[in-house]
């Protein structure tokens, strides 16, 4: 706990938590978004209160409402930058980011639900403070693309994703065989799509590709500080590769 932070009242986590799972998104997207984020990057919560936090938040990903598991990933992503959470709680969202069916961004009546923008940005945590080699975290995003749905994202959630992939690339601990190696069942399975149109996955996956492949030699700015993708030449030849897959059309492969 900051010493220049009064103790944070118990009675008042409560309260945030319930407005973040309110269906009214006025209150869910509201003052209680910002208020937890901001007692989470300043260090306000005790080692108690960061732990029932995260319980909560964690418990909620296998909540029957898609906008109460959607705000909790979306919470847990400033508690692994700010070390209240490390590998131990990867796995769980993990299960839940791979498997969410619920892919709406915006909805009139119901708000922001938008779980693949909201999941990639804790994935994107995940990925920079991943203290080895980020493979599981690179292999999510792979899933995550490739999970099959029936419509196409339009709300950004391709630019999210593909941005958390760039930082999970820039992790200082990434390996060159994992900066690549992650890609394989992704060019498999566009190399397997079959005759027709492009599945809604298919199309998620190469406009989330598009971004990380964009991103390769930019200079961006994470947590505070300016991060760069790790082996750039590897990682653009190879994203590349995977992308001539499917607009082999577009340009030479190899040039």
Not at 227 to 249: D, F, G
Request: glycine content about 8%; hydrophobic content about 45%; proline content about 6%.
């Amino acid at each position: 706990m900051s010493k220049e932070c009064a103790r944070v009242e118990d009675s008042l986590i409560t309260k945030l938590l319930e407005d973040l799972a309110s269906p009214d998104p006025a209150v869910r997207d509201g003052d209680s978004l910002g208020a937890l984020c901001e007692l989470v990057d300043a260090g306000a919560l005790t080692g108690e209160q960061a732990a029932t936090l995260g319980s909560t938040l964690r418990e909620r990903l296998d909540h029957p409402r898609i906008e109460v598991r959607s705000f909790a990933a979306l919470v847990l992503g400033p508690m692994v930058l700010a070390g209240s959470a490390g590998q131990e709680w990867f796995p769980h969202f993990a299960m839940w980011y791979a498997s969410e069916d619920e892919i709406t961004g915006h909805d009139p009546q119901r708000g922001w639900l938008h779980a693949v923008a909201h999941g990639a940005d804790t994935l994107a945590a995940f990925g920079w403070t991943w203290p080895e080699s980020p493979r599981p975290v690179l292999d999510l995003a792979a899933r995550r693309m490739l999970r099959p749905c029936d419509a196409v994202w339009h709300d950004q959630e391709d630019d999210r994703l593909g941005f958390a992939v760039a930082v999970a690339l820039s992790n200082p601990h990434l390996t060159t065989h994992d900066a690549t190696g992650w890609l394989d069942p992704v060019e498999e399975a566009i190399l397997h799509r079959g005759p027709g149109p492009l599945s809604a996955a298919t199309s998620n996956t190469i406009r989330t590709l598009r971004v990380s492949a964009l991103l390769t030699h930019a200079r961006m700015d994470y947590a505070g500080q300016g991060i760069a993708v790790r082996h750039p030449k590897a990682v653009e030849k190879r994203l590349l590769a995977v992308l001539h897959t499917a607009t082999p059309w577009m340009w030479t492969a190899g040039h």
